[in-house]
């Protein structure tokens, strides 16, 4: 096994595959990794009390015999698995533990490694293709008003050719176009609808459905590191998954899905941008001061983001920026966390969902980040090695006089379609 | 130095200038004699290294016009990289005042080392021109009102 190898996985155990979403590979490989003590804990999602998929919850599984319990997906969640790890598992610098994770996930759990906040070492991140996630108050009231269902009858979501899918227990399919469903307010939540990073190849292994024949119980699976190819070698050894190679057929169904999920993506970004852009400097400005200013300072974004990193935080009125007990609090408040995040974001709207004033502050996040990335060469979240762009000056710089050899690459790039 | 004109605009800028090499340009082009507009006040720092995205949006945000960082030539910080790193904090800085809506050509920066006055004199005069062409700051009104002050 090697980096960039593919299969089709399928968990030997039958009651895993019956549970599990795909081929319940997931499932099998987090069992085993806690069987075979490769990691003490195993950081999973699943209902809360079993039978609420609107109420997602973590769960630290230790007995191998729960991580069944996880089994299926859930898109009615915005849990927030990599602050978590950091908050609540000390970084996960005391024990070695599985985490299943969307792109997003994987992600700021990288980008927080980078500043030591995480061991990444010490994590095996199993990843999951994701092209979304819904609001779950949000999508129970879209169930009732738009698909005329009872939510607790759903047993299954599902985002596939731009339709979202919910299967009922007596076997019913009910689809409807995702982006006629959001132009009413539902779907997605909105940082999702932009997000165009679908195949988490930053995680040790990427697992989705892609490349899945319809009707088969299988998960497609890529090995995207070292740390992966060796696990997965030990897993098949063990014979708790068989694999087989997935055809050329199935590689390219693959990548074709991934590359329809990016085309929407950036045909949503395009939308939700446009008017943010298309403000000139007085009304751009205008409108975040409005949006500012409806901020009750409950310090809910700070606390939410999983990449926001200073261990005395800059927002505390002792650090001289921000008054304490103003409401709404002094712009500092808003631009101090757009200066540190703003290069680093990995755009997983946990900042948003969190704002109880409902400031877009993904958006943006976004329309900084967009212009950084090509500056710098630098897409957040990828590489645990490659240090933020504020704090990578290289030694072959001193000897370059232009002070805008950074701004000049960017604009380079800004040629690119811009409505 | 040049009188207030009554009537016309005169910025307030301020240039967070390095000790070592901008902030003795500054020196020399006073004992020079040489003329620059008396709108930049200077506030010294040790590397233009030290100066911190969040000075730069404390001062837009408490009334001034303009913001100009100089620092060492590349190869000539006294820090090896502060240098470096100052330049690439910039042009971060530089696409967040234009996403929040702040007229990125506000902030400025330029490498002037301790021998080039003239350089000094003529990037304020360059600047102070631009900055009066662009108009008041967004927040200048709050220094004049006296609200926000710390
Ligand atoms: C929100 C979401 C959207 C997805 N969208 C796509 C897609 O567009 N294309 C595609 O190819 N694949 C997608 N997948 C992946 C796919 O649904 C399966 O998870 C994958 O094929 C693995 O199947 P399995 O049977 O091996 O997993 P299982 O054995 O069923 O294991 C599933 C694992 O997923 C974890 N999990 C469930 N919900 C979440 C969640 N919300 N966040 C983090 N972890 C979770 C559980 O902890 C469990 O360990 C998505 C998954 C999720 C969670
Ligand atoms: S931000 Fe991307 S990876 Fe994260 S939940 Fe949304 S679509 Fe999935
Ligand atoms: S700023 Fe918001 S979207 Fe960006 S990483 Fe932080 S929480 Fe996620
Ligand atoms: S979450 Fe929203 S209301 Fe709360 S501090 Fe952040 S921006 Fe303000
Ligand atoms: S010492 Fe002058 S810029 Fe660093």
Same mark, same amino acid.
């Given at each position: 096994?090697?980096?960039?190898?593919?299969?089709?996985?399928?968990?030997?155990?039958?009651?895993?595959?019956?549970?599990?979403?795909?081929?319940?590979?997931?499932?099998?490989?987090? $069992?085993?990794? *806690?069987?075979?003590?490769?990691?003490?804990?195993?950081?999973?999602?699943?209902?809360?009390?079993?039978?609420?998929?609107?109420?997602?919850?973590?769960?630290?599984?230790?007995? #191998?015999?729960?991580?069944?319990?996880?089994? +299926?997906?859930?898109?009615?969640?915005?849990?927030?698995?990599?602050?978590?790890?950091?908050?609540?598992?000390?970084?996960?610098?005391?024990?070695?533990?599985?985490?299943?994770?969307?792109?997003?996930?994987?992600? &700021?759990?990288?980008?927080?490694?980078?500043?030591?906040?995480?061991?990444?070492?010490?994590?095996?991140?199993? +990843?999951?293709?994701?092209?979304?996630?819904? #609001?779950?108050?949000?999508?129970?009231?879209?169930?009732?008003?738009?698909? /005329?269902?009872?939510?607790?009858?759903?047993?299954?979501?599902?985002?596939?050719? +731009?339709?979202?899918?919910?299967?009922? &227990?007596?076997?019913?399919?009910?689809?409807?176009?995702?982006?006629?469903?959001?132009?009413?307010?539902?779907?997605?939540?909105?940082?999702?609808?932009?997000?165009?990073?679908?195949?988490?190849?930053?995680?040790?292994?990427?697992?989705?459905?892609?490349?899945?024949?319809?009707?088969?119980? $299988?998960?497609?699976?890529?090995?995207?590191?070292?740390?992966?190819?060796?696990?997965?070698?030990?897993?098949?050894?063990?014979?708790?998954?068989?694999?087989?190679?997935?055809?050329?057929?199935?590689?390219?169904?693959?990548?074709?899905?991934?590359?329809?999920?990016?085309?929407?993506?950036?045909?949503?970004?395009?939308?939700?941008?446009?008017?943010?852009?298309?403000?000139?400097?007085?009304?751009?400005?205008?409108?975040?001061?409005?949006?500012?200013?409806?901020?009750?300072?409950?310090?809910?974004?700070?606390?939410?983001?999983?990449?926001?990193?200073? $261990?005395?935080?800059?927002?505390?009125?002792?650090?001289?920026?921000?008054?304490?007990?103003?409401?709404?609090?002094?712009?500092?408040?808003? *631009?101090?966390?757009?200066?540190?995040?703003?290069?680093?974001?990995?755009?997983?709207?946990?900042?948003?969902? &969190?704002?109880?004033?409902?400031?877009?502050?993904?958006?943006?996040?976004?329309?900084?980040?967009?212009?950084?990335?090509?500056?710098? /060469?630098?897409?957040?979240?990828?590489?645990?090695?490659?240090?933020?762009?504020?704090?990578?000056?290289?030694?072959?710089?001193?000897?370059?006089?232009?002070?805008?050899?950074?701004?000049? $690459?960017?604009?380079?790039?800004?040629?690119?379609?811009?409505? | 130095?040049?009188?207030?004109?009554?009537?016309?605009?005169?910025?307030?800028?301020?240039?967070?200038?390095?000790?070592?090499?901008?902030?003795?340009?500054?020196?020399?082009?006073?004992?020079?004699?040489?003329?620059?507009?008396?709108?930049?006040?200077?506030?010294?720092?040790?590397?233009?290294?030290?100066?911190?995205?969040?000075?730069?949006?404390?001062?837009?945000?408490?009334?001034?016009?303009?913001?100009?960082?100089?620092?060492?030539?590349?190869?000539?910080?006294?820090?090896?990289?502060?240098?470096?790193?100052?330049?690439?904090?910039?042009?971060?800085?530089?696409?967040?005042?234009?996403?929040?809506?702040?007229?990125?050509?506000?902030?400025?920066?330029?490498?002037?080392?301790?021998?080039?006055?003239?350089?000094?004199?003529?990037?304020?005069?360059?600047?102070?021109?631009?900055?009066?062409?662009?108009?008041?700051?967004?927040?200048?009104?709050?220094?004049?009102?006296?609200?926000?002050?710390?």
């Amino acid at each position: 096994m090697a980096k960039g190898d593919m299969y089709l996985a399928q968990a030997s155990d039958k009651e895993i595959l019956k549970q599990g979403e795909s081929g319940g590979a997931v499932t099998a490989l987090l $069992k085993f990794a *806690l069987d075979s003590g490769v990691v003490d804990a195993v950081l999973g999602v699943k209902k809360r009390d079993g039978n609420n998929r609107y109420d997602a919850v973590l769960d630290l599984i230790t007995d #191998p015999e729960k991580v069944i319990d996880c089994a +299926g997906s859930l898109h009615c969640v915005s849990l927030n698995i990599a602050r978590n790890v950091k908050e609540y598992l000390d970084g996960a610098k005391q024990m070695k533990i599985a985490v299943p994770c969307k792109p997003c996930d994987a992600r &700021a759990i990288i980008e927080i490694a980078k500043r030591k906040q995480i061991n990444r070492d010490n994590l095996l991140l199993i +990843g999951l293709n994701c092209t979304g996630t819904l #609001p779950p108050v949000v999508a129970k009231e879209m169930l009732i008003g738009e698909y /005329d269902v009872n939510p607790n009858e759903v047993v299954m979501e599902d985002i596939e050719g +731009g339709e979202l899918i919910i299967s009922l &227990a007596d076997g019913t399919k009910i689809a409807k176009v995702l982006l006629e469903l959001e132009k009413k307010g539902y779907g997605r939540r909105d940082n999702c609808r932009r997000c165009n990073v679908n195949i988490p190849t930053m995680a040790d292994i990427a697992c989705g459905k892609w490349g899945v024949k319809e009707g088969e119980k $299988k998960t497609f699976t890529e090995v995207c590191s070292d740390k992966g190819a060796e696990f997965i070698d030990n897993a098949i050894k063990t014979g708790v998954i068989k694999v087989e190679p997935p055809g050329e057929d199935a590689i390219t169904e693959r990548k074709r899905k991934d590359r329809e999920a990016i085309e929407l993506s950036n045909k949503c970004e395009a939308e939700d941008l446009k008017e943010l852009r298309g403000f000139n400097l007085d009304d751009r400005l205008a409108y975040w001061l409005h949006m500012f200013d409806r901020c009750i300072k409950c310090f809910s974004c700070r606390d939410a983001c999983p990449i926001c990193y200073c $261990k005395k935080c800059f927002l505390e009125p002792d650090r001289g920026y921000v008054k304490g007990g103003e409401v709404p609090p002094d712009r500092m408040f808003h *631009l101090t966390r757009l200066a540190h995040d703003g290069d680093s974001c990995v755009n997983c709207g946990q900042c948003q969902d &969190a704002c109880p004033a409902e400031i877009p502050l993904t958006r943006l996040y976004l329309m900084l980040n967009i212009k950084l990335s090509p500056m710098f /060469d630098y897409v957040s979240g990828m590489d645990v090695e490659q240090k933020p762009p504020l704090i990578a000056a290289k030694d072959e710089e001193a000897s370059i006089d232009d002070i805008d050899i950074f701004l000049v $690459k960017g604009e380079a790039s800004e040629v690119v379609p811009q409505q | 130095m040049g009188e207030e004109v009554k009537g016309e605009f005169e910025p307030r800028i301020i240039g967070f200038t390095c000790n070592w090499c901008t902030y003795a340009a500054a020196d020399l082009a006073g004992t020079a004699r040489m003329k620059y507009p008396p709108n930049i006040r200077l506030i010294r720092q040790m590397c233009s290294g030290r100066v911190d995205p969040l000075f730069v949006l404390k001062v837009f945000l408490r009334g001034a016009d303009g913001v100009f960082i100089g620092g060492c030539h590349p190869g000539e910080c006294h820090y090896m990289t502060g240098n470096l790193s100052a330049r690439r904090r910039y042009s971060m800085m530089k696409k967040l005042l234009e996403s929040v809506g702040i007229d990125p050509k506000r902030l400025r920066m330029e490498w002037i080392s301790a021998s080039e006055g003239i350089k000094f004199s003529d990037t304020v005069k360059e600047f102070t021109t631009q900055i009066k062409g662009l108009g008041p700051g967004p927040f200048r009104h709050i220094e004049t009102e006296g609200k926000e002050q710390k």
